[in-house]
């Protein structure tokens, strides 16, 4: 969703993209280190079972989960900032800091 309103919005609103452009990585970064996690979980686990130590993959499994229980659903708030928090930021006049 955030991806298609940046294209859609860049030509004709760079600065409402820019604004958001903090949120868009907070969003992306937490994305990927969810994705980073739970494949390192899933290859873990994948591996010849004798090969596997089981203490070890409930440890990733673990972390993974915490991870995604805990902050992927911050990722609704920042695309909802990164796509809507633009204009707020445009207003402001640069004297003001």
Do not use: S
């Not at 494949?39 to 010849?48: E, I």
């Not at 805990?70 to 708030?77: E, N």
Request: hydrophobic fraction near 50%; charge should be neutral.
């Amino acid at each position: 969703e955030v991806k298609e309103w940046i294209v859609a919005t860049f030509n004709t609103d760079p600065e409402a993209v820019a604004a958001g452009a903090c949120h868009c990585l907070r969003l992306t970064g937490t994305v990927t280190g969810a994705w980073l996690l739970l494949t390192g979980a899933r290859r873990l686990a994948d591996r010849a079972p004798d090969a596997a130590d089981p203490a070890a993959i409930a440890k990733r499994r673990l972390t993974a989960r915490f991870f995604c229980q805990q902050y992927l659903p911050l990722t609704d708030a920042w695309a909802a900032a990164a796509m809507r928090g633009g204009a707020t930021v445009a207003q402001a006049d640069p004297d003001m800091f």
